[in-house]
């Protein structure tokens, strides 16, 4: 019998007077002991069976069919004060932001402690014990000093592992972590996963782990299911799904993955998930749309689930083909790079102070420590390190944002950082920036059309709405949306269309370097893999050179051919991708390199597997 | 534009828009509505009360006040004064204080602590005092009650708008349009003006119901509009020595200046709802 088992699990959702299942007859069964990874894209609804449980559906959303039983009891009819006493006792969660879950007027001491009274822990001796063994599991030295301070005071990493702490205290059964790491920085991932799966086996529990990364779930789960548009597509042994997966939608999403190892074209999902509100309108596989094997019968009627091994279901009649899909075999990333210097950053500092010069107490504090780089034409340079290193000053550094402290930044010969209006013009015409966050960068009042050629009304330029119209269809061609859309505005587009509108407006005037700052981090990985594809056709069409920064390694192995590490504010290490990544030499960029879970399903990942 | 539109659909909005409406066609329409001079004295008939009471006389439908002047009348004018300040104080304040809200919080740095120092010194004065000061230092008269109306409230705007402009200067789109080359004046006018307008009607019907109760008092005290300027602060005044006699000469002048300003408070809630994307989705 299993610790969680689901049968035909519903969640309905109320929008606008129509009823639409969020989750339709999810089933698993979940073994003690056992992680079970739930994966998928955002929106797929993964996150709806830890949010039932916690009874914390969002407004309108109900369990409204199947049955979701814990240790044989039934979880949804139990009495609701029996429900709440098995939550944080028997049953504990893991967040995905660490610093929101924690209370920041309290202490981590008073926290913890409040956490093992409701728990049942009687004397106030026993629960502070409790609290310093559980910290020291959590590899959390000085469990006394911590237990008085506040989270604020404490990194992102540190207060998740205070949080597994306070979750696994208690000896639960079932922990659900909802992914754990998103929120944290790359080089924190491995431990934090480690961590987990340490105190996963140390007492016995099961975890549901709800993650987007497939590499990252083949690595840590022993069974996965694989959820799309509110569906389970396919379900059974980790290591069996993602080496050999059987649903089409599984085998493209790992082939729309960039690769860390080799440089291969990516797979591109057309077009996007369903939203919700789309759903009632779909009949048969929600998936057909958008597979590469898709037959008349997947659009007739949604598909049973089938097995394809003892344990493993697939809900798709083409299960057999799914193999013969692969990856277009035509590289056309590695593009002729002419090895003249575009762009030349000579010494760039930049400094701020804090504090006052009059009152005593001014600090200073080094953002950016003497970087020197250059970009040729065409060329894709990736700028990687954690959160806090400097490289979004150095984009703003760039772009005119911010001005450095000293240094020089040379676009052909020319220096930008003199403070003339000759300067600014150069600037403006070949130094464009990408915004990491479209939500943000775009201005909910513009049309799209005024939107990407806002750099036709400029400074003194005057282009009739003729030329900007025609303009505008132009760049939304190009981008790969319909010209249409020149009229809508941008709250009308999804995640995806307004980053390729963001694109769009930088490369309106044709500048010959593009910064951009983090522009796939927020999207999901077939839209991601649509906005890299997009990105190397633009270079072939048009020509530029980017300056890329992320945190995700395997998007700079895959787009960029040179890579610069940044460390603390300093460049640690720059060398061609394949060098750097073969063979690293400061201890920083092997961090940063190691905390990538292997592309191969059933390979070791170093830093997990060692004791 | 499409707020705009979302919020006349609004019933807070349009029963508001009819209310001041309705004061505001008295107002422009005085001379033809009102049924007397509004200093048209008739000391034959001196505090009649109101037609339909015993003893009143349909020539004078609210009756006459100590002189024998047409309450009707006098209050149909004083809409006049009350709406003339409403208007153009409001704007006058929101000007100034845009002005430098915009510059304050778009620029910062020493601009921004040198606008922020006047503010805050400004705002330490009461308010009431500080306009009564003005008004003896300017004497009386509608143009002087706008001006020390102005003059006080300013600051308002000036501290409401700088946080707004703060949120929306930090949005990357402004970023974005100074790097596609945008001046300042451009990225002021263009980006960030179009976000902070919604807030910025919002805080001049809501300066208006100020205005209107500031000019009131003014009047009152016998320091806002010439004495013969009818206003309602004055006729409230006039009223309060015969308020035995006539407790109506009373009643009408200040349900004149409570419907105003609810009119206007409404219109400033209903905007507030409808324009404000934070509240667009909850309230109504």
Known sequence: MGILSAHDFTVTARLDDAVVPAIRGLSFDLAPGKILGLVGESGAGKSMVGRAIAQLLPPGFAVTGGSLSFEGRDFLAMAPARRRALLGRAIAFIPQAPLSALNPVLTIGQQFDEHLARVGRRSRAQRRERALTMLAAAQLPNGATLLAQYPHQLSGGMCQRVLIAMAFASNPRLVIADEPTTALDVTMHPQIIRLIADMQKEHGTAVIFITHDLRLAAQICDDVVVMYAGRAVERGPAQSVLSAPAHPYTRCLQLANPSMTERRALYVIPDQMPSLRQLPRLSGCHFAPRCPVVIEDCRRSEPPNMKVASDHVVACIRAETTRQISAPSPSIIASAVVERPLLQVDGLEKRYAEGSRWFGGLRETVAVKSASFSIAENEFVALVGESGSGKSTIAKLLVGLEQPTSGRILVGGQDLTETSTQARALRIASLQMVFQDPQSALNPRRRLASIVTQAMEAGSRHATSNERQTRAQELLSEIGLPTDFTTRFPAQLSGGQRQRINIARALCSLPKVLVADEIVSGLDVSIQAQLLNLLVRLRSELGFAMLFISHDLSVVRHLCSRVLVMYRGEIVEQGPIETVFTDPQHPHTRALLSSVPPDEPAAAWPIFATP | ?284
């Open chain 2, 1 to 284: 534009m499409r707020a705009i539109s979302r919020s006349l659909r609004s019933p807070r909005v349009m029963i508001a828009l009819g209310m001041i409406l309705c004061i505001g066609c008295a107002a422009v329409f005085a001379p033809s509505i009102a049924p007397h001079d509004p200093s048209e004295q008739n000391l034959v008939s001196l505090l009649l009360p109101p037609a339909w009471a015993s003893g009143g006389d349909p020539a004078f439908p609210l009756g006459t006040d100590s002189l024998g002047r047409c309450v009707l009348s006098r209050l149909i004018y004083g809409a006049r004064t009350a709406m003339t300040v409403a208007v153009f104080a409001s704007l006058g304040a929101m000007l100034i204080g845009s002005v430098l809200a915009h510059i304050s919080g778009y620029f910062g740095g020493l601009l921004d602590w040198i606008i922020g120092r006047a503010v805050d010194v400004w705002m330490s004065f009461p308010p009431v005092i500080l306009s009564l000061i003005l008004m003896v230092g300017l004497g009386t008269g509608l143009d002087k009650v706008i001006l020390a109306i102005i003059l006080v409230d300013w600051t308002r705007f000036c501290r409401v708008l700088r946080s707004e402009v703060l949120i929306v200067t930090r949005r990357d789109y402004v970023a974005a349009a100074r790097l596609l080359g945008f001046t300042h004046w451009q990225t002021l006018i263009r980006e960030v003006l179009p976000a902070t307008f919604p807030l910025l009607i919002t805080l001049v019907s809501l300066e208006m119901a100020i205005a209107v109760v500031v000019e009131a008092i003014l009047s009152f005290v016998g320091l806002g509009v010439r004495p013969d300027q009818p206003a309602w602060g004055q006729m409230i005044a006039d009223a309060r020595q015969y308020v035995y006699q006539s407790p109506s000469n009373l009643l009408f002048p200040m349900l004149a200046i409570f419907i105003t300003v609810a009119a206007f408070n409404l219109l400033g809630d209903g905007l507030r709802r409808t324009l404000d994307v934070r509240l667009a989705d909850i309230g109504r």
